[in-house]
């Protein structure tokens, strides 16, 4: 859910929020969710959900990511889907996200 959007990962705190509005600014991206899952070395590892404009775009992507991202903040995981799951309301289901 979105109680958890601060984390420790790589033993430094990282706002899931200020990765997402850093990885929305590179324009390619139709929509994005980034949450985090346990990690046995990383404490949590973050992972990046996300729907490009252009699904060709995976590797302009993840450059974008590497070049405006710091090393702890960096998703693990880039999970290109289609769609992100929604609420009633419109909004990304985070707690659905695991599904996908």
């Given at each position: 859910g979105r109680r958890d959007?601060?984390?420790k990962s790589m033993d430094?705190?990282?706002s899931l929020d200020e990765v997402e509005?850093?990885?929305?600014?590179?324009?390619?991206?139709?929509?994005?969710?980034?949450?985090?899952?346990?990690?046995p070395i990383?404490?949590?590892?973050i992972e990046a959900h996300i729907c490009l404009i252009d699904p060709e775009g995976a590797k302009e992507f993840r450059t974008f990511a590497r070049k405006n991202?710091?090393?702890f903040q960096l998703p693990r995981v880039?999970?290109?889907?289609?769609?992100?799951?929604?609420t009633a309301s419109g909004k990304i289901n985070y707690s659905a996200l695991s599904n996908v």
């Open positions: 959007r601060l984390i430094v705190q990282v509005d850093i990885l929305r600014k590179s324009m390619i991206v139709r929509q994005l969710a980034v949450t985090s899952t346990e990690h990383l404490g949590r590892r991202l710091s090393k880039f999970n290109f889907v289609e769609t992100l799951p929604e």
